[in-house]
C-alpha cells in the first residue's frame, strides 16, 4: 500500500513530513498488521471483510496521525481504531443478512508459533458477551496490559480488572469439565 497524501504543488518543507509520516505508517502496518488482521477476523468471521476493515484501520490512522498524542501506546490506539471499524462494519445492513459463519481452522494463522490443539477455549471466549470477550482477548489473545486495553476500548482500569475477573469467572464455570478431569 503506498499512502502518500501529497498535493502537486508542495513547498519542499512538506516532502520530508509526508514522508516521514508515510514511512510512520509503513513501520506501523508491519509491527501491528498481523495483530489487527486477527482481530478484525474474529469480530466479523470472514477474511474478506476482516481484511478491508484493517485496511480501513490504516486509512484512519493515517487520516488522523496528527491527533495521536502519545497518550497510549500505538497498539492500543490502532486496536481502538480497528474495534471500532469492526463495529461500523457490524452495524452495516448488508452484514445483517450474511451468514458470516465460517470454521475457526480458518482463521489466519499468528505470527508466532502457536498451535491450539483443541478450539474449546476458543469458542467458549467467542461467546462470552461482548463486553467480556473484549477485555479477554486483548488481554490474553494481543497480550496487551491492562492500562493499554483500558485506552484501546475507552474505559477505566478498574473496570477493565473487573471485566477480566467477570470474564475469567464466566470462563472457568464453561470450561470446568473440559479443562479439570474430575
Known amino acids: 500500500m503506498n499512502f502518500v497524501a501529497v498535493p502537486d504543488k508542495v513547498s519542499e518543507d512538506c516532502v520530508p513530513a509526508a514522508r516521514a509520516r508515510e514511512a510512520l505508517l509503513q513501520r506501523m502496518m508491519a509491527q501491528y498488521g498481523d ?16 481484511e478491508d476493515a484493517v485496511q480501513e484501520t490504516f486509512v484512519k490512522a ?3 496521525l496528527n491527533q495521536f498524542r ?12 480497528a474495534i471500532n471499524t469492526c463495529k461500523d462494519f457490524q452495524r452495516t445492513a448488508w452484514l445483517r ?3 458470516r459463519r465460517t470454521p475457526l481452522d480458518a482463521l489466519p494463522e499468528p505470527s508466532a508459533d502457536f498451535h491450539t490443539p483443541d478450539d474449546t477455549v476458543l469458542r467458549a471466549v467467542m461467546r ?3 463486553r467480556d470477550k473484549q477485555v479477554i482477548l486483548l488481554r490474553y489473545y494481543q497480550d496487551m496490559k491492562i492500562g493499554e ?3 484501546a ?5 478498574p473496570t477493565v480488572v473487573s ?8 470462563l472457568h464455570r464453561k470450561l470446568e469439565r473440559w479443562y479439570f478431569d474430575e
Do not use: Q
Open 97 to 99: 443478512f450474511v451468514d
Open 153 to 157: 476500548l475507552g474505559i477505566p482500569e
Open 163 to 170: 471485566r477480566l475477573k467477570r470474564a475469567r469467572d464466566k
Open 149 to 151: 486495553i483500558s485506552d
Open 128 to 130: 462470552l458477551p461482548e
Open 62 to 64: 493515517y487520516t488522523h
Open 35 to 50: 495483530a489487527l488482521l486477527r482481530m478484525a477476523y474474529l469480530y466479523l468471521r470472514d477474511a474478506a471483510l476482516a
Open 70 to 81: 502519545g497518550e497510549s501506546t500505538e497498539k492500543s490506539w490502532l486496536m481502538r481504531i
